[in-house]
Nanobody, 114 residues
Framework: VQLQASGGGLAQAGGSLRLSCAAS????????MDWFRQAPGKERELVAS???????NYADSVKGRFTISRDNAKNTLTLQMNNLKFDDTAVYYC?????????WGKGTQVTVSS
């Protein structure tokens, strides 16, 4: 499985960005996909998850502002980020889980100016 994230960039506080993660390869058995982020000097943290047949889950810090969705027909994972805050500045990574196997995409930078 290969993952390619895109859509990062610069936004003002209160603005919006939409991240996409395109999956390719053997994607049929992926049962979970996540968005993580890592800010400078901080550990990577889970932002949002979507599991087959389940409801999305979000970190408390992004609840009500971010929406994760998956389009199985297009093999795409999306993170809609609204009402961005300065603290959302980080490199964002998508991750896919297929049983015991975990795949990471390269990150995409999100910078929010205050």
């Amino acid at each position: 499985v290969q993952l390619q994230a895109s859509g990062g960039g610069l936004a003002q506080a209160g603005g919006s960005l939409r991240l996409s993660c395109a999956a390719s390869g053997s994607v049929f058995n992926i049962n979970r996909m996540d968005w993580f982020r890592q800010a400078p000097g901080k550990e990577r943290e889970l932002v949002a998850s979507i599991i087959n047949g389940g409801s999305p889950n979000y970190a408390d810090s992004v609840k009500g502002r971010f929406t994760i969705s998956r389009d199985n027909a297009k093999n795409t994972l999306t993170l809609q980020m609204n009402n961005l805050k300065f603290d959302d500045t980080a490199v964002y990574y998508c991750r896919a889980r297929e049983g015991d196997y975990v795949y990471w995409g390269k990150g995409t930078q999100v910078t929010v100016s205050s």
